[in-house]
């Protein structure tokens, strides 16, 4: 079997070179490797070749047989690594919490800890006869979310 270490050592100048990181890489043990990166700026097609020729070159079908997929992050998939989370910043998500409530909001902070989003309500207030809308702030460690997503509007 590929040895995944391997995989992220022969593309990691590469991606880094193009100031992209790394999302995931899986190698299965049919030895099916996929790896998945993105960056700031998006993360071409073109970028994509360049990465599966590169470890292509690296690895000997002679000795081991393997099949390659190289992609960009999807902008339908959950958040994997903090970078996303970083790339995402002032855009809207949806986070679903361990408990399995959903929030809505605008991404505002990003720590290497935690993250806040802001999520606009209408809510009654006391005295006033129409809803209000009000800020809510929520602030939540990695392991507190099963996901975040960016949420994805047409215009």
Do not use: W
């Not at 903090?82 to 959903?102: A, D, M, P, R, W």
């Amino acid at each position: 079997m590929i040895d995944r270490e391997k995989i992220i050592n022969i593309i990691k100048d590469t991606v880094d070179e193009k100031e992209a990181f790394i999302v995931e890489v899986k190698v299965s043990s049919s030895n099916k490797i996929n790896i998945e990166i993105d960056s700031i700026s998006g993360f071409s097609i073109n970028d994509c070749v360049e990465v599966s020729r590169l470890v292509e070159s690296q690895l000997d079908r002679e000795e081991e047989d393997f099949e390659l997929e190289v992609a960009s992050a999807g902008l339908s998939e959950p958040f994997k690594v903090i970078q996303q989370y970083q790339k995402n910043l002032g855009k809207e998500v949806e986070t679903l919490t361990s408990e399995g409530k959903k929030i809505k909001g605008i991404l505002v902070d990003v720590t290497d800890e935690d993250f806040e989003i802001e999520e606009s309500k209408m809510v009654r207030v006391e005295g006033k006869k129409k809803k209000q809308n009000v800020i809510e702030k929520h602030r939540f460690t990695f392991d507190q979310v099963k996901s975040t997503k960016i949420i994805i509007k047409f215009k």
